[in-house]
């Protein structure tokens, strides 16, 4: 069986993006591979954090991400900094990256840029993540196209380290999912959804009420063609909604366009369908929600299978680079 890991940050409510984009992959994939998922709350760190604020929300995630369906007897769900070999692999890491490679990251590009303290952890962000998943002898890693350089830099690392050391590492393979797969905010089509977004009509949260999905859908931006086709290019407001309800009802987009002649009745059962999609999130959250404890045992579980695995990883690089055992 095939493992797949993927990570997530601790930074806020998941929203519908996530939810189609990510998480709902994720829990199909549990199913059908050995799947490891984590909540990167090291990664938060990069930039500034409140310290009450990162652990409520590494908890209120691993709580949407229980109620979204990933199931903790199907796959193991864990926090970063639960498992202390993260560190440790990304120091042999780092001692394996070079200053040129990670200068050439897009996303260190754009989030230093203009400003005037930038972390020394935002620069090394990228070598973490290649340890979350080289410590576990990822096949496939599930992310978006933005992490694709990321797990680029993973694999060259992983090539690098087993041919300086010997075979030490599996390389990981990138996976994206298919086309449709990026939900667009309702309020700038031609933005995608995210939880930085400027209208909070934009952007629909994953746990959102009905009458909030329903008056969001009602409200989102369209265009003055007055017919109802599938044309993301010129009508890209409407195809959002399209893409929406036909993943909603498991067609395609042109099929759904299809049966309509008014935008209003294409809102109307786009919202009727998205509010059926995550009536099961939003009963399984609360239930989770009245029961801390019971996510923060979870957690627990969670981060003893992990450890197991990355324990085992960690002792195979520290000695292939001649680390001295004691034990
Ligand atoms: P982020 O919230 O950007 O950290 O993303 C977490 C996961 O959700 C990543 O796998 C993203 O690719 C996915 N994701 C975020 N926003 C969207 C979106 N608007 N549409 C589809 N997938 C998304
Ligand atoms: N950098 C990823 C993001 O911002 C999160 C992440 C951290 C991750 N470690 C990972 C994703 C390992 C996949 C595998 O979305």
Redesign the pocket.
């Known amino acids: 069986m095939s493992r797949v890991?993927?990570?997530?940050?601790p930074s806020g409510e998941l929203h519908l993006g996530n939810y189609l984009g990510a998480v709902r992959h994720w829990v199909a994939d549990q199913l059908v591979h050995d799947a490891l998922y984590?909540i990167?709350d090291l990664?938060a760190l990069t930039v500034d954090t409140d310290p009450d604020r990162l652990r409520a929300q590494t908890r209120e995630t691993a709580t949407a991400l229980l109620a979204a369906g990933l199931d903790p007897a199907r796959c193991t769900l864990f926090v970063?900094s639960s498992v202390p070999e993260h560190t440790s692999l990304a120091w042999l890491l780092e001692c394996t990256a070079t200053m040129g490679e990670l200068s050439r990251m897009t996303?260190f590009k754009e989030k230093g840029h203009g400003r005037t303290s930038v972390r020394v952890g935002l620069f090394t962000?990228?070598v973490?993540?290649?340890a979350?998943?080289l410590l576990y002898d990822?096949d496939r890693?599930?992310?978006?196209d933005?992490?694709r350089q990321?797990?680029e830099l993973?694999r060259v690392l992983a090539e690098r380290f087993n041919r300086r050391y010997g075979t030490t590492f599996v390389v990981p393979e990138a996976s994206t999912p298919a086309v449709g797969a990026r939900v667009m905010d309702l309020q700038d089509p031609t933005r995608k959804m995210s939880k930085s977004t400027h209208s909070p009509l934009g952007t629909i949260g994953m746990l959102d009420e009905p009458a909030d999905i329903e008056r969001k859908v009602r409200r989102a931006v369209t265009d003055t063609e007055g017919a109802v086709r599938y044309d993301p290019e010129r009508q890209p407001g409407l195809a959002n909604l399209l893409e929406l309800l036909a993943v909603a009802t498991n067609r395609t987009p042109a099929d759904v366009a299809e049966g309509y002649e008014r935008y209003g009745d294409v809102k109307r059962d786009t919202a009727e369908a998205l509010v059926e999609l995550l009536a099961p999130v939003r009963r399984r959250h609360a239930e989770l929600a009245g029961d801390p404890g019971e996510v923060l045992n979870l957690l627990r579980t969670g981060a003893a299978k992990a450890s197991a695995v990355a324990a085992a990883t960690y002792r195979r690089a520290a000695t292939a680079v001649g680390l001295l055992e004691l034990d």
């Open positions: 890991l993927s990570g997530i940050q984590c990167v990664h970063q996303q962000y990228p973490l993540m290649a979350d998943i990822a890693v599930p992310v978006g933005d992490q990321h797990l993973a």
